[in-house]
């Protein structure tokens, strides 16, 4: 028996005005998952509880059976463990992202924050303005100060990590859910510490607006990363092992290092494949080849695409309902083909993480749709793949991850 999970991040959303009052996955022409829901279980449930961030670091930790209420200290350190930072006693780490700020002569705090990405900017100008900005004397000189150092990455999401800093009371808002607002009442508060950010972020901005590399974007038409943004502080994390819990082998495959974060803490393996991208162009058939290969020695596989949750947060309506097409055609389709044609018996679990509204461009807690298909069972329900079916089958609440034990049969 194999198993296999896949994310579709932020696919569920309410009704939109635009596609007749359905939602995209209602919209969306996906015949293979509506084939499978037919067949199996759809149901409900809430990944985020209430009091924690609605977003893919308490999501996908319920997910895998960690319980965000008990482990959960934030985004970054999830980001970190991806690539083997290791936090010390008195380490504090953030998000550090590439923005785009609009273009004007508005004072720092009355400009609007464009887009959470630094326009979709692509991993190696991000590296190079992320490098320079730390090197330029005068930022350089204010990093130091307060202690801080980044780890570039290879997309628009750097990790900074801060040593004897202090972030009781701190408030940092995730940029994602405020774009085209004016950043003033968006930036550090709090405390302190708030304050050195703040001024760390105004001085970014600084030298980063008129780099050749942004000169270069907006003579392309793009928008400039012109700006960072600090969000998702937390401290050393914990998770219990993956294989004590479920005695199950197993890899993740994403081009996004907060489901690798939660793989290495979990014990699991992790599975980078050449052209992910974590944008609605992305290698799809190499995750799918990845996957595949990877259910030849293991028990479990999980493929994360992050594309509907980009593309919504971008307000590309289309875009998000091709990116929830090509999960199901060149995803789900293939996976399920290939272990069908090899006789192999499977069980498999599809859901968004969360939802991601149209409506607002921002992330919502709200219950999602989960689909669980068990090839050697014919459920005789019949119902399509939506948020409208799955709040006809069973629902399970936030703080009491389910979905892995549901998955492997183990309650």
Known sequence: MKYILI??????????????????????????LDALAAKGEVGSVINCPDGLPAGSDTAILSIFGADPKLCYTGRSPLEAAATGIQLKPGDVSYRCNMVALEDSDAPFEAKKILSHSGGSIEGDQSIQLITDLFRDPGFQAAAQKAGMVVHPAASFR???VQSGASITGIQLIPPHDHLGEVIGP??????????????LMEKAHQVLNHHPINEKRRAEGKLPANGVWFWAEGSAVALDSFWDKYHKTGTV??????????????GLDIREVEGATGELETNYEGKVAAALEELKSKDFVAVHVEAPD???????????????????????????????????DFRLLILSDHKTLTATRGHDADP??????????????GLPYSEESGQQGPAYAAGAPVLMPLLFEQR
């Open 7 to 32: 994310i579709g991040d932020g696919m569920a959303d309410n009704p939109v005005e635009q596609l007749g009052d359905k939602t995209p996955l209602q919209h969306a022409n996906i015949p293979i």
């Open 158 to 160: 750097h990790i900074a």
């Open 186 to 199: 968006l930036l550090p508060s709090g405390c302190d510490n708030a304050a050195v950010l703040k001024d």
């Open 253 to 266: 495959i994403s081009a996004v290092p907060l489901c690798f974060g939660i793989a290495r803490l979990s």
């Open 368 to 381: 999602v749709p989960y689909l669980l298909y068990d090839s050697r069972r014919d459920s005789g329900r």
């Open 310 to 344: 980009e593309c919504t947060h971008n307000g590309d309506l289309p875009g998000k309902l091709q990116a929830i097409e090509w999960l199901d055609s060149r995803v789900v389709g293939p996976i399920t083909q290939a272990l069908a044609d090899q006789g192999e």
